[in-house]
């Protein structure tokens, strides 16, 4: 493939909207996970760390969030969620969740 090619193939990739990716990983497409991650990962991570105030334990919480994503994207309603704001719900409860736990509370959520 010529440099170009791979440019205009890259960019066609880059265009892919969130839905579609994980309307993918809901078929098993792990380089469409791998994509989502790449896109939101940063941002999950600081929301994550605003819960926590720990980069270790945020960054394990978005890990649990996109291996949730994988098993559950089948379940994604569009109607309900953009993607995004999905995947911040996800990363939301579970870091809460995690702190309640940190701080010797019962967990709401099971």
Do not use: C, K, N
Not at 34 to 53: D, V
Not at 60 to 66: D, E, G, K, N
Not at 74 to 103: K, M, N, Y
């Amino acid at each position: 493939m010529t440099r170009i090619a791979v440019e205009v193939r890259q960019s066609r990739e880059q265009s892919v909207s969130d839905l579609a990716l994980l309307e993918r990983v809901a078929e098993g497409d792990v380089r469409a996970l791998s994509e989502l991650s790449a896109r939101h990962a940063l941002s999950l991570r600081a929301l994550a760390f605003g819960i926590l105030r720990d980069a270790v334990e945020a960054e394990q919480v978005v890990q649990s969030t996109f291996r949730e994503v994988r098993y559950e994207a089948g379940r994604f309603d569009p109607a309900h969620f953009p993607v995004f704001g999905w995947l911040s719900e996800l990363t939301r409860v579970s870091a809460l969740q995690r702190s309640r736990v940190r701080a010797g509370s019962p967990s709401i959520v099971s």
